[in-house]
């Protein structure tokens, strides 16, 4: 069975500085990884993915992401934080190898940026 | 382009009702995943629908049932309504056929309320 988890359940920094959101992924097979940022009473919004190849990967909104195999995690960061970033941030995996396209989510970590 | 849209956007309910829950994919997708996101947790997977038919599913029970037309629309179902059925319902769409390397993307969800 697949897992994530998001150890963090609020995370606070300020405008500015750099922030970073950690993930750690549990699955039998190989995973393809997934951010999701959700704001308040609205759907989850696609920000980045890993898939293979580069272990940084780049998403929307000057977000970026780091694979780390051995670790088992793909922590999201940015290098400066914006007062508009805070949200809620999900993790997400999927086991290749289950064959099926379905995700598993982390309870989320909320992001509040201080102006 | 439209996004995943979905209807109703609340939905106030008694114990023992009927729902529906209607979904229309993003234009071009073909696959509809519908998840159930309960107060300060992750989206969890309900179940998946592509060429009409159920692919794949999780760990809920009959009471949850669904469908998707030809145009690829979805609906969600939930039958004999209990008060821990309150939820957002979210759904995603993606295109199959990618080697499991999709992106779901998100609709602003369906928030249940059940009295």
């Known amino acids: 069975a697949q897992s994530v988890a998001q150890p963090e359940d609020q995370v606070n920094v300020a405008e500015g500085n750099p922030l970073t959101v950690k993930c750690t992924y549990s699955v039998s097979g190989n995973p393809y990884l997934f951010w999701y940022v959700q704001y308040p009473n609205r759907g989850l919004q696609f920000l980045l993915k890993y898939i293979t190849g580069d272990n940084l990967v780049k998403g929307s909104y000057g977000f970026e992401a780091e694979f780390n195999k051995s670790q088992t995690s793909f922590h999201l960061k940015k290098p400066s934080a914006l007062v508009s970033d805070s949200a809620l941030y999900f993790c997400?995996?999927?086991?290749?190898?289950?064959?099926?396209?379905?995700?598993?989510f982390g309870k989320g970590t909320m992001l509040l940026v201080s102006p | 382009d439209a996004g995943v849209t979905q209807s109703p956007t609340h939905l106030i309910k008694t114990r023992g009702q009927q729902v529906t829950l209607r979904c229309s994919p993003k234009s071009g997708h073909d696959t509809v995943s519908w998840y159930q996101q309960a107060l300060g947790q992750g989206p969890q997977f309900i179940f998946q629908y592509y060429e009409e038919e159920e692919r794949q599913r999780g760990n809920f029970p009959d009471r949850f049932s669904g469908h998707q037309f030809p145009n690829y629309s979805s609906e969600l179902n939930v039958n004999a309504l209990l008060l821990g059925d309150s939820a957002l319902y979210l759904c995603?769409?993606?295109?199959?056929?990618?080697?499991?390397?999709?992106?779901?993307?998100f609709g602003p969800g369906t928030r249940l309320t059940v009295l």
């Open positions: 997400a995996v999927r086991d290749i190898n289950s064959g099926y396209s379905t995700l598993t």
């Open positions: 995603a769409s993606s295109l199959r056929g990618t080697g499991l390397t999709d992106t779901q993307y």
